[in-house]
Structure formats: structure tokens, C-alpha cells
T-cell receptor
């Protein structure tokens, strides 16, 4: 158990629907990151939050949105779902947005187990 | 923008040594990471380099040359359980700090 909790583990839905994926970061971590991993593809960075504020944005579609709440958990909302949105969605957390005290300046990401979304 | 290249697949024999290369292009380099990912599981951190040179951690070592935009991950005394994808990732500080991953190298370890 990495300490990063993602729910649901699996989700099957239809095109045009909307889903919400939830992530609770590791205790003490202030930053949350969302990544999308399609079949046989690399991790695509979507968005990062630090202590409730958006810190960096990747190639996140306009149909997708996210937020981080005061208790530091985060939600990724996916709307008007298309077949191509089927993927593993990973949440990761780190101590800070920029530096991790534990590794001399590194920012090591700890990943959750992922939420597998299937759009039919 | 950022670009990270690594071989798609590699095969090696149990007990051998394998080197997985990674080249990258980024405008705001702030560190390079290697993660291991078994099929269907979450990536887990292996190593970090921010200065040129070799970092050794047990059976795993990682090398970085910032001037060449090049890194490699060296795995020694390969075990069957090392069969996994190895992800090269670059931390970039352009437009906010973000960690960008390569597509990964799928390593098959055979007996």
C-alpha cells in the first residue's frame, strides 16, 4: 500500500456520461498529480494541485476538470465521455510541488493503484 | 516542449546485465527519474539524478549526462521479477514544475 488511495478501482460507463475519480494523497503530502495511461501508452500528465491551488497543467482536455479540496483530497471530473477516454487514471502525490525534503531536492511521486475507466 | 525517447522493448537473460537508455529534450531540466511499472500496477520510484554521474542503489544504477540529454538505467543480476516497464521521467520547470514521462521500455527477462 503506497498510502495514496484512489476510488473507484474500476468503472464502466457509456459514451456521453460523466464520472468523478477520487484521490486521497499520502499523509503529509500537499501536492496531487493526475496522469492518464492508455493501453500500451506512456503516462500523460494532466494536471497538478498544491495545497488547493492549481500548480501546473498538461494536455488536459476541456471536457476534464479537477480540484483539490481543503482536506487535500482531489477529484478528477471527466464529462461527455468518448471511447478514447478509456484508460487507467493514476493519481500521485508528493510532499511539495517543487522539492522533497527526503531526497535532496527531488520531487518523488508516490502513485495510487489507479482507476480503470472503460467507456462503452 | 519536452521529448523523451527510450526503446520500446528489450529482452535479457536471468542473471545478466541490461542497460536501458533514455534521451530527452527539455527547456527547463530539473531532474531525471526512473520508475518501474509492472503490468496493470502503479509506477514505483527507482532512482533520481540531477547532477551528472552515476547513482548506485543495490542492483540498480542510473547515469545522467545533462550536456548530452542522456540517461541510462543499469540493472545487474537480473531476476525474473524484473520483467516490467521502466519509465524515464524528466522534471521540467517550464510553466510550472511537472514530471513528464517517456513511453517506457518493456523489459522481458527470460530464464
Amino acid at each position: 500500500d503506497s498510502g495514496v488511495t484512489q476510488t473507484p478501482k474500476h468503472l464502466i460507463t457509456a459514451t456521453g456520461q460523466r464520472v468523478t475519480l477520487r484521490c486521497s494523497p499520502r499523509s503529509g503530502d500537499l501536492s496531487v498529480y493526475w496522469y492518464q495511461q492508455s493501453l500500451d501508452q506512456g503516462l500523460q500528465f494532466l494536471i497538478q494541485y498544491y495545497n488547493g491551488e492549481e500548480r501546473a497543467k498538461g494536455n488536459i482536455l476541456e471536457r476534464f476538470s479537477a480540484q483539490q479540496f481543503p482536506d487535500l483530497h482531489s477529484e478528477l471530473n471527466l464529462s461527455s465521455l468518448e471511447l478514447g477516454d478509456s484508460a487507467l487514471y493514476f493519481c500521485a502525490s508528493s510532499v511539495s510541488g517543487d522539492r522533497d525534503r527526503g531526497l535532496g531536492g527531488a520531487n518523488v511521486l508516490t502513485f495510487g493503484a489507479g482507476s480503470r475507466l472503460t467507456v462503452l | 516542449g519536452q521529448n523523451i525517447d527510450q526503446p520500446t522493448e528489450m529482452t535479457a537473460t536471468e542473471g545478466a546485465i541490461v542497460q536501458i537508455n533514455c534521451t530527452y529534450q527539455t527547456s527547463g531540466f530539473n531532474g531525471l527519474f526512473w520508475y518501474q511499472q509492472h503490468a496493470g500496477e502503479a509506477p514505483t520510484f527507482l532512482s533520481y539524478n540531477v547532477l551528472d554521474g552515476l547513482e548506485e542503489k543495490g542492483r540498480f544504477s542510473s547515469f545522467l549526462s545533462r550536456s548530452k540529454g542522456y540517461s541510462y538505467l543499469l540493472l545487474k543480476e537480473l531476476q525474473m521479477k524484473d520483467s516490467a516497464s521502466y519509465l524515464c521521467a524528466v522534471r521540467d520547470n517550464t510553466g510550472g514544475f511537472k514530471t513528464i514521462f517517456g513511453a517506457g521500455t518493456r523489459l522481458f527477462v527470460k530464464a
